[in-house]
């Protein structure tokens, strides 16, 4: 079955031009031009996935964004942005979005980031697929007591103090329940499930946006951030650590 594709687009012809697009990619488009549009139509019909524009008069991406996710909607949204700062891409990160592609874009581009996402959530059944144990990065030492994986039974994670429910998607610290978006609790499921390996960037872009950005993407950094200032507490030890130059370990030191 053809996957929806919701676009919310105030510029006419950068509308038009990429329905065509999607169209021609085998999806089916519905195209609104604001964000009021955008929300009755993600109620009236919920789309597999949101390509929302950032800036839209009235009620803008950002909003409808914190809308769905206030609602529980867990569709995967990916935003359009002109906006090229850190801090503004930060922003719609918060507001609960997958991914971003900045203007102007690359048509190829938009479809490698649906397909990520559209991957990660298994089309449009809103839950993202386990993500399985993969091999420590080249020359990453691996603990003999961390085994490559944490251990799984009956879909809950145990690994460094923390417990993740696959199927309900819940995390905890200790008896902490830990808020996490989509992107956190998925990034957060394949350190856990490595716990004591070093990942690389290129092999956890793969498994979590589906796709390798490249040395100057500040998405994995970002996200590292967000789950660093949930899990913390003081006078705990932190339990996400940076390998310079390799990538990053979940290990309670």
């Known amino acids: 079955m053809p996957q929806n594709v919701l676009l919310a687009e105030d510029d006419r012809a950068i509308r038009h031009a990429l329905e065509r697009a999607l169209t021609l990619e085998g999806y089916e488009v519905t195209a609104v031009a604001d964000g009021v549009e955008a929300l009755a139509?993600?109620?009236?019909?919920?789309?597999?996935?949101?390509v929302l524009d950032v800036m839209m008069p009235g009620i803008d991406g950002l909003q409808v964004c914190r809308v769905l996710r206030a609602e529980g909607d867990r569709t995967p949204i990916l935003m359009l942005t002109a906006l090229v700062e850190t801090a503004d891409r930060i922003a719609g990160l918060d507001a609960g979005a997958d991914d971003y592609v900045v203007k102007p874009f690359d048509v190829e581009e938009v479809f490698a980031r649906l397909r990520a996402l559209l991957r990660r959530t298994g089309g449009a059944d809103g839950f993202a697929a386990p993500a399985p144990a993969v091999a420590a990065a080249p020359g990453a030492?691996?603990?003999?007591?961390?085994?490559?994986?944490?251990?799984?039974?009956?879909?809950?994670?145990?690994?460094?103090?923390?417990r993740m429910d696959v199927q309900a998607r819940r995390a905890w610290r200790g008896a902490r329940e830990l808020e996490l978006t989509r992107t956190e609790f998925d990034l957060l499921e394949l350190l856990?499930?490595?716990?004591?390996?070093?990942?690389?960037?290129?092999?956890?872009?793969?498994?979590?946006?589906?796709?390798?950005?490249?040395?100057?993407?500040?998405?994995?950094a970002v996200y590292v951030g967000y789950l660093r200032r949930k899990l913390d507490e003081p006078g705990a030890p932190a339990l996400i650590h940076t390998v310079r130059g390799v990538g990053y370990a979940l290990r309670e030191d």
């Open 41 to 50: 139509q993600a109620h009236r019909n919920r789309p597999d996935v949101l």
């Open 141 to 162: 030492a691996v603990p003999s007591s961390a085994a490559g994986a944490a251990p799984d039974t009956g879909g809950l994670l145990t690994a460094a103090g923390l």
């Open 192 to 220: 856990v499930r490595n716990a004591g390996i070093v990942l690389d960037h290129a092999t956890i872009y793969d498994r979590i946006w589906g796709y390798d950005f490249g040395p100057g993407s500040k998405n994995l």
